[in-house]
């Protein structure tokens, strides 16, 4: 069973930044492509970026796109994603997953497509 070992979130002003991590304890970065959603209260699961493992083309949607950044580090094994300028929307809990299906690559960008995840990590936005 893969892991994905999250770290980062927590308390944020209007405009600020922040960094998740997500790290894998069985593979390396070359072998999946790792997606980042977030959840909401009140709302359903949302896919806000992934970078693909075979040449590392990111994905952004559109609610997020200018602001956050998916980034790897090979020596590291770790995904970020930077967010920065957030928003009180950005508000909800963020998980990292595997791709399962077509693995190497992001789309279709469905959770249902997402094999592991990651434990969750709260990001709130609030002055």
């Known amino acids: 069973q893969v892991q994905l070992v999250q770290s980062g979130g927590g308390l944020v002003q209007p405009g600020g930044s922040l960094r998740l991590s997500c790290a894998p304890s069985s593979f390396i970065l070359d072998d999946y492509s790792i997606g980042w959603f977030r959840r909401a209260p009140g709302k359903e699961r949302e896919g806000v970026s992934c970078?693909?493992?075979?040449?590392?083309?990111?994905y952004y949607a559109d609610s997020v796109k200018g602001r956050f950044t998916i980034s790897r580090d090979y020596a590291k094994n770790t995904v970020y994603l930077q967010l920065t300028d957030v928003k009180p929307e950005d508000t909800a809990v963020y998980y990292c997953a595997t791709k399962a299906y077509r693995p190497t690559m992001c789309g279709p960008m469905k959770g249902s497509f997402f094999g592991s995840w990651g434990q969750g990590t709260q990001v709130t936005v609030s002055s």
């Open positions: 970078i693909a493992a075979s040449d590392g083309t990111t």
